[in-house]
């Protein structure tokens, strides 16, 4: 596609359910970010996939998040027993290469979980 | 560890009057650098970047930044303010030490005034 498209653009859980929000990078692009920007913050480091290898998840805040990318294009970030502290944006990043070349990022729109 | 401190949450400028907006970065080698706009509701959007060689970068939109290592700051300017130009602003150093990955400063919102 033209740019990164996340899906859904909302999304409102209640707490204790799971959630899976879905990034479809631009073709062809070989790193993937997963990002959590809070109300108010600059956004937050989750993940890093370059293709489908995992390579970063240092990020990740609890063992209840989990990220795939298992073709190397499209990407899962699940959630699990979700909390209202989950609540934030989630935005999607790629980038054309991978690891060791920096280069510019390619957002996308973000997805806007709110926990009640 | 690596860090970008933005200074001001928030600036108001005039229209067509000068804008720079701080940023601070803690790295230890020598740091790419970016700045991101980000409208309502919008992804991020790359304004400019430094890797290397000239310390005054130009981006679109009528940005540029300063990269001064004596002061580990890099500030984004404009000489004229366009109402459009409303947005929160993002200072980013690329860290390639205990992973590969953006780490991001906490955002400048500008309002810009009639």
């Known amino acids: 596609g033209a740019g990164v498209s996340q899906s859904p653009r909302y999304k409102v859980a209640k707490r204790g359910q799971d959630v899976a929000l879905r990034c479809d990078p631009i073709s062809g692009h070989v790193s993937l970010f997963w990002y959590q920007q809070a109300l108010g913050q600059g956004p937050e480091f989750l993940t890093y996939f370059q293709n489908e290898a995992q390579l970063d998840k240092s990020g990740l805040p609890s063992d209840r998040f989990f990220a795939e990318r298992p073709e190397g294009s499209v990407s899962t970030l699940k959630i699990q027993r979700t909390q209202q502290e989950d609540s934030a944006v989630y935005l999607c990043?790629?980038?054309?290469?991978?690891?060791?070349?920096?280069?510019?990022?390619?957002f996308g729109s973000g997805t806007q979980l709110s926990v009640l | 560890a690596q860090s970008v401190t933005q200074p001001d949450i928030h600036i108001t400028v005039s229209e067509g009057a000068s804008l720079e907006l701080r940023c601070n970065y803690s790295?230890?080698?020598?740091?790419?650098l970016f700045w991101y706009v980000q409208s309502p509701g919008q992804g991020l959007q790359l304004l400019l970047k430094?890797?290397?060689?000239?310390?005054l970068v130009q981006g679109i939109k009528g940005f540029e930044a300063e990269f001064k290592r004596s002061q580990s700051s890099f500030n984004l300017r404009k000489p004229s303010v366009h109402w459009s130009d409303a947005a929160e602003y993002f200072c980013a150093v690329g860290a390639s030490t205990g992973g590969f990955k953006t780490i991001f400063g906490a955002g400048t919102r500008l309002f810009v005034k009639a």
């Open positions: 990043a790629s980038s054309f290469r991978g690891q060791g070349v920096w280069e510019k990022l390619f």
């Open positions: 790295y230890g080698a020598t740091p790419y």
């Open positions: 430094y890797f290397s060689g000239d310390t």
